[in-house]
């Protein structure tokens, strides 16, 4: 199942790709509107949805009642004029984009790994870390089929998932965004 935990290791275990944060500064305009209509809608989302309503209503100086009251437009409208998010709020608005806009993407990708899914929904409870030459083999099936910046925003997001299961996609190209890749 695609979820989210985000430890906050020592730096230097951090994976060497962006952070869920600037992961969500790097999104097009039309993407963070999709996550960010797909994440109120995330019933798995009640935690960072509360921190959410929380900066909305400090930002605009209306009662918590009054931003839950909101339709999604608008409090998504409120969201993107976030000038910062934490890392919990971008990384579980970059899960729920994933859910809603890009499940055929991210069957194609276990299906490369030959790891049973629903609709891109990881069946099993427990995942065998698949091997590095597993990965890099399903990272360049994706990179083939998808355009470059959905997946490398998909790899990175597995990344900042859960390290011990896809830590090892932060070194391949297709999870760099092209602007580090091209360097």
């Not at 952070?19 to 960072?48: G, I, V, Y």
């Not at 409870?125 to 990272?139: F, I, M, R, S, Y």
């Not at 360049?140 to 990175?156: C, E, I, Q, R």
């Amino acid at each position: 199942m695609l979820t989210y935990r985000f430890d906050m290791a020592d730096p230097a275990e951090l994976p060497d790709i962006p952070r869920p944060s600037q992961l969500w500064k790097q999104l097009s305009a039309e993407k963070k509107r999709q996550a960010a209509d797909a994440f109120w809608e995330d019933e798995n989302a009640t935690n960072e949805q509360a921190e959410a309503v929380n900066l909305i209503a400090q930002r605009i100086k209306f009662r918590l009642k009054s931003v839950l009251a909101m339709p999604v437009e608008k409090k998504s409208h409120y969201l993107l004029t976030m000038p910062a998010v934490s890392e919990m709020l971008a990384a579980r608005m970059l899960v729920a984009y994933h859910l809603q806009h890009q499940r055929g993407m991210m069957g194609a990708f276990l299906d490369a790994l030959g790891i049973k899914h629903e609709e891109g929904i990881i069946a099993e409870e427990e995942v065998k870390p698949p091997t590095e030459d597993a990965l890099k083999q399903a990272a360049a099936t994706l990179a083939s089929s998808y355009p470059a910046d959905d997946v490398s925003l998909y790899l990175s997001t597995l990344v900042w998932q859960d390290p011990d299961t896809w830590g090892a996609l932060a070194d391949l190209p297709e999870t760099k965004p092209r602007e580090i890749t091209n360097r």
